[in-house]
């Protein structure tokens, strides 16, 4: 049996899987460029790699987002509310370069704002960055619209970067399977929702910390997924599956190598503002205790459908035990499986469990699923019929806000906007049956097709199973034992 701390050397020259052989869809769509890739091609000997390819379709899928926001920009951001919604091309960043004090020079957390939003409402690392997006966009001097166009101009071309960070880490995070990547370089809703907040600083930081991880580095995983932390609250939730998978494989070292990590990288940015700002630091925090039910929760469709009145307490404790009971079946899921679960198809149930149960959901929030699906669940198939719920209902909350804001009620009506809640529930629930469904069958998860273990897994790369629950108690049905994967390692692989 190879050691799972090296990697030999048929695992180095295991050859790139071409997704247009493994998936009937990616095949279908190849033959826009000429069809599926030969049995006799070789691969290399090209500038345009697979990671470039990759970073390059994001880009332009970025840039695509950015022509569609178009409308928005030459004048419905600032021509009254509903505009911006039949044109679906609102975005929070203009809107907040006034509303939070960055056109008149405030400092977040610092300065006291005017109106209900005292302090700004964001995480330090986003507060950090929306602040400097406000600093380059001091040298555009002219009137309020102009200085709002080049403060979302601005923070798009700062997306945009961490758009190819989020790219070329997602694609070298499976060492063999680059091309999943390109399910998130082509996805509808990312491109549709890049640009509406901030959250690609957090899913750069992330998907970093991911690719760490798949190199067995797992201090340098915790450090990035403390930023991550830092930006959002939901990279914090990672820490949970990766418990899981260390207590299985029982590789206590590593797990605590990245709570160290995470810890030290989360003080070291939100201490200073703490100490120095403790009211503007701690908004975040209690605004979102504070916030009650929002759109696109299915918690809203309950208080529209029944007119009941449930406070913010009350639906904090019931979301919060909803997602302790779905982390308790993720938990038993784990430990239970067959195989030990690839690290990306846990991660992926666990923030999946957060959106559902979640009492708000804002239509960028799919941001967070969409790199965890394709390395959990690498189906173009599958991947598409879950874009298209969402992108549903991404239209869907524009047309309603344009109803509820216009005089006229132009839109889509309150029934209309339940029914596209029901929409990306539902598509986020099939894709998490597929994902359990590999877990239980390992034999049908197409990363593991050709005898790999879990790319993504690092030091829990083929490693042996010591605590196991339930009939996979066996010796014979342990992971270590039905398979060995290879172990990525950093440059290991050409792409």
């Given at each position: 049996?190879?050691?799972?701390?090296?990697?030999?050397?048929?695992?180095?020259?295991?050859?790139?899987?071409?997704p247009a052989r493994r998936d009937e869809v990616a095949a279908a769509g190849s033959e826009l460029i000429g069809g599926p890739v030969g049995r006799w091609a070789r691969f290399g000997g090209?500038?345009?790699?697979?990671?470039?390819?990759?970073?390059?379709?994001?880009?332009?899928?970025?840039?695509?987002?950015?022509?569609?926001?178009?409308?928005?920009?030459?004048?419905?951001?600032?021509?009254?509310?509903?505009?911006?919604?039949?044109?679906?091309?609102?975005?929070?960043?203009?809107?907040?370069?006034?509303?939070?004090?960055?056109?008149?020079?405030?400092?977040?957390?610092?300065?006291?704002?005017?109106?209900?939003?005292?302090?700004?409402?964001?995480?330090?690392?986003?507060?950090?960055?929306?602040?400097?997006?406000?600093?380059?966009?001091?040298?555009?001097?002219?009137?309020?619209?102009?200085?709002?166009?080049?403060?979302?101009?601005?923070?798009?071309?700062?997306?945009?970067?961490?758009?190819?960070?989020?790219?070329?880490?997602?694609?070298?995070?499976?060492?063999?399977?680059?091309?999943?990547?390109?399910?998130?370089?082509?996805?509808?809703?990312?491109?549709?929702?890049?640009?509406?907040?901030?959250?690609?600083?957090?899913?750069?930081?992330?998907?970093?910390?991911?690719?760490?991880?798949?190199?067995?580095?797992?201090?340098?995983?915790?450090?990035?997924?403390?930023?991550?932390?830092?930006?959002?609250?939901?990279?914090?939730?990672?820490?949970?599956?990766?418990?899981?998978?260390?207590?299985?494989?029982?590789?206590w070292r590593e797990f605590g190598l990245a709570v160290v990590g995470t810890a030290a990288s989360w003080l070291a940015?939100?201490?200073?503002?703490?100490?120095?700002?403790?009211?503007?630091?701690?908004?975040?925090?209690?605004?979102?205790?504070?916030?009650?039910?929002?759109?696109?929760?299915?918690?809203?469709?309950?208080?529209?459908?029944?007119?009941?009145?449930?406070?913010?307490?009350?639906?904090?404790?019931?979301?919060?035990?909803?997602?302790?009971?779905?982390?308790?079946?993720?938990?038993?899921?784990?430990?239970?499986?067959?195989?030990?679960?690839?690290?990306?198809?846990?991660?992926?149930?666990?923030?999946?469990?957060?959106?559902?149960?979640?009492?708000?959901?804002?239509?960028?929030?799919?941001?967070?699923?969409?790199?965890?699906?394709?390395?959990?669940?690498?189906?173009?198939?599958?991947?598409?019929?879950?874009?298209?719920?969402?992108?549903?209902?991404?239209?869907?909350?524009?047309?309603?806000?344009?109803?509820?804001?216009?005089?006229?009620?132009?839109?889509?009506?309150?029934?209309?906007?339940?029914?596209?809640?029901?929409?990306?529930?539902?598509?986020?629930?099939?894709?998490?049956?597929?994902?359990?469904?590999?877990?239980?069958?390992?034999?049908?998860?197409?990363?593991?097709?050709?005898?790999?273990?879990?790319?993504?897994?690092?030091?829990?790369?083929?490693?042996?199973?010591?605590?196991?629950?339930?009939?996979?108690?066996?010796?014979?049905?342990?992971?270590?034992?039905?398979?060995?994967?290879?172990?990525?390692?950093?440059?290991?692989?050409?792409?």
């Amino acid at each position: 049996m190879p050691s799972p701390h090296k990697t030999t050397s048929a695992q180095q020259d295991r050859p790139v899987v071409p997704p247009a052989r493994r998936d009937e869809v990616a095949a279908a769509g190849s033959e826009l460029i000429g069809g599926p890739v030969g049995r006799w091609a070789r691969f290399g000997g090209s500038a345009l790699t697979p990671v470039r390819v990759i970073a390059l379709a994001a880009i332009g899928m970025f840039a695509l987002g950015m022509v569609q926001k178009l409308p928005c920009y030459n004048w419905a951001w600032f021509r009254g509310t509903s505009s911006q919604y039949t044109h679906a091309c609102y975005s929070d960043i203009p809107h907040l370069f006034i509303g939070r004090g960055f056109a008149d020079g405030l400092i977040p957390y610092f300065d006291r704002l005017g109106g209900d939003m005292e302090y700004l409402e964001y995480p330090v690392l986003t507060g950090l960055f929306m602040q400097v997006a406000s600093w380059l966009t001091l040298p555009f001097d002219g009137d309020l619209q102009y200085r709002e166009q080049m403060y979302w101009m601005v923070n798009a071309g700062m997306l945009m970067a961490c758009t190819a960070v989020l790219a070329v880490c997602t694609a070298r995070t499976h060492r063999n399977r680059p091309w999943d990547a390109l399910l998130v370089a082509l996805a509808p809703a990312f491109a549709l929702t890049a640009t509406i907040n901030w959250d690609l600083l957090a899913l750069a930081l992330t998907a970093v910390a991911m690719l760490m991880w798949s190199r067995g580095r797992a201090l340098a995983f915790g450090v990035f997924l403390g930023l991550a932390t830092a930006a959002k609250f939901y990279p914090f939730l990672l820490l949970g599956p990766l418990l899981l998978l260390c207590w299985r494989a029982w590789r206590w070292r590593e797990f605590g190598l990245a709570v160290v990590g995470t810890a030290a990288s989360w003080l070291a940015v939100n201490v200073p503002v703490m100490l120095l700002a403790p009211e503007g630091w701690k908004k975040f925090y209690s605004f979102s205790e504070e916030r009650g039910i929002d759109f696109g929760s299915f918690w809203l469709i309950i208080t529209q459908r029944t007119g009941a009145n449930i406070t913010p307490d009350a639906v904090n404790t019931y979301a919060s035990v909803l997602m302790a009971l779905a982390c308790l079946g993720i938990a038993a899921l784990t430990l239970t499986a067959p195989r030990r679960p690839r690290f990306a198809q846990l991660a992926f149930l666990v923030i999946a469990a957060f959106i559902l149960t979640n009492k708000v959901y804002s239509p960028q929030y799919v941001l967070w699923l969409i790199p965890l699906a394709a390395l959990a669940r690498p189906r173009w198939r599958d991947f598409l019929v879950w874009q298209a719920c969402e992108v549903m209902y991404f239209v869907g909350i524009w047309m309603y806000l344009a109803y509820t804001t216009s005089g006229n009620k132009q839109g889509l009506p309150t029934e209309g906007y339940q029914f596209a809640i029901l929409l990306h529930l539902a598509g986020t629930l099939f894709l998490c049956a597929m994902v359990v469904r590999d877990i239980l069958m390992p034999e049908r998860d197409g990363v593991r097709q050709d005898g790999t273990d879990d790319p993504s897994g690092g030091v829990l790369d083929g490693a042996e199973d010591v605590f196991v629950l339930g009939r996979v108690a066996q010796p014979s049905q342990h992971a270590a034992h039905a398979v060995q994967g290879p172990r990525v390692e950093w440059g290991a692989v050409r792409e």
